[in-house]
Nanobody
Framework: VQLQASGGGVVQAGGSVRLSCAAS????????MGWFRQAPGKEREFVAA????????QYVDSVKGRFTISRDNAKNTVFMQMNSLKPEDTAAYYC??????????????????WGQGTLVTVSS
């Protein structure tokens, strides 16, 4: 499966951004999906993940209540709505996929497919 992330940009603190990740290929509904981010000089970190059918989600504590991950299997797309953005949310955001029907993973090593990053810059 190939992944194409989009939706990044420059936004003021307190603003919102919606990221999208479009997947090519069949059987998208068989894949758990995740969003990760990497800020300059820092390691890649988990942000959010969603199970194959959208029934389970996970979030890193720092984004709970502000970010929402969702998916539309009919459109082969996963989304992440990011509200109340903070300067510390500035990073390149990556979507990832793994063919898996269980509770979604938070470890990046569990994911087999990665999209290119989309940059989100939050200005103070």
């Amino acid at each position: 499966v190939q992944l194409q992330a989009s939706g990044g940009g420059v936004v003021q603190a307190g603003g919102s951004v919606r990221l999208s990740c479009a997947a090519s290929g069949r059987a998208f509904s068989s894949y758990a999906m995740g969003w990760f981010r990497q800020a300059p000089g820092k390691e890649r970190e988990f942000v959010a993940a969603i199970s194959w059918n959208g029934g389970s989600t996970q979030y890193v504590d720092s984004v709970k209540g502000r970010f929402t991950i969702s998916r539309d299997n009919a459109k082969n797309t996963v989304f992440m709505q990011m509200n109340s953005l903070k300067p510390e949310d500035t990073a390149a955001y990556y979507c990832a996929a793994v063919r898996y029907y269980g509770y979604p993973y938070t470890e990046p090593t569990r994911y087999d497919y990665w999209g290119q990053g989309t940059l989100v810059t939050v200005s103070s």
